[in-house]
């Protein structure tokens, strides 16, 4: 059996190999059209339906959504809601119904920050996100976060690592 060098095909190899990589190629340049059309498509048909969420005034979105969607536990054990996780207290209900229209309460439940802190991050998701104007509920909003949600103990989340003298490891 003869066995090619290294680097060296025969002339029918060169050709199977050139004939494969057009192969290649041309599949996955036709994927790749199909999975623009399909964007395109879904596009269009879901546009009026993203324009009309996104200009929807949040009060509204409840009416929209399925009944089982817009009823709310409203039960409270060992002092936190069963539906959300959130601490029981004056401002519970505006936080579930501006908060967790867009996002899960577990966003909420994971951080602590203090009033500045959650008042940035509401800036924050309303120049990037989306997130509407709060009106009168973003100081209930803030007073609720700022209460239950600041930093302090620890409730699960290591806190940042003090006073340690890091060192370079070298080989």
Same mark, same amino acid.
């Given at each position: 059996m003869n066995k090619l060098p290294d680097n060296k095909h025969s002339p029918s190899q060169k050709e199977n190999l050139q004939f494969f990589d057009?192969?290649?190629k041309s599949v996955a340049g036709l994927v790749g059209i199909v999975m623009l059309v399909?964007?395109?498509?879904?596009?269009?048909?879901? %546009? $009026?339906?993203i324009s009309a969420l996104q200009s +929807?005034? $949040?009060?509204?979105i409840s009416s929209q959504l $399925?009944? @089982?969607? !817009? %009823?709310? !536990?409203? %039960? =409270?054990?060992?002092?936190?809601?069963v539906e959300t996780g959130l601490i029981a207290?004056?401002?519970?209900? =505006?936080?579930?119904? @501006?908060? +967790?229209?867009?996002?899960?309460?577990a966003l909420i439940l994971q951080n602590r920050f203090t009033r500045e802190g959650w008042h940035s991050k509401i800036l924050w998701m309303q120049e !990037?996100?989306?997130?509407?104007?709060l009106g009168e509920n973003e100081s209930k909003i803030l007073d609720y976060l700022a209460?239950?949600?600041a930093p302090g103990e620890s409730n699960g989340r290591r806190t940042p690592l003090t006073g340690i003298e890091w060192y370079e490891l070298k080989d």
């Amino acid at each position: 059996m003869n066995k090619l060098p290294d680097n060296k095909h025969s002339p029918s190899q060169k050709e199977n190999l050139q004939f494969f990589d057009s192969l290649f190629k041309s599949v996955a340049g036709l994927v790749g059209i199909v999975m623009l059309v399909v964007g395109v498509v879904l596009l269009v048909v879901f %546009q $009026p339906e993203i324009s009309a969420l996104q200009s +929807t005034d $949040p009060s509204e979105i409840s009416s929209q959504l $399925p009944e @089982s969607k !817009t %009823q709310s !536990t409203d %039960q =409270i054990v060992d002092g936190k809601d069963v539906e959300t996780g959130l601490i029981a207290g004056e401002g519970l209900e =505006i936080v579930k119904g @501006s908060c +967790t229209v867009c996002h899960s309460s577990a966003l909420i439940l994971q951080n602590r920050f203090t009033r500045e802190g959650w008042h940035s991050k509401i800036l924050w998701m309303q120049e !990037t996100q989306g997130l509407w104007d709060l009106g009168e509920n973003e100081s209930k909003i803030l007073d609720y976060l700022a209460e239950n949600y600041a930093p302090g103990e620890s409730n699960g989340r290591r806190t940042p690592l003090t006073g340690i003298e890091w060192y370079e490891l070298k080989d």
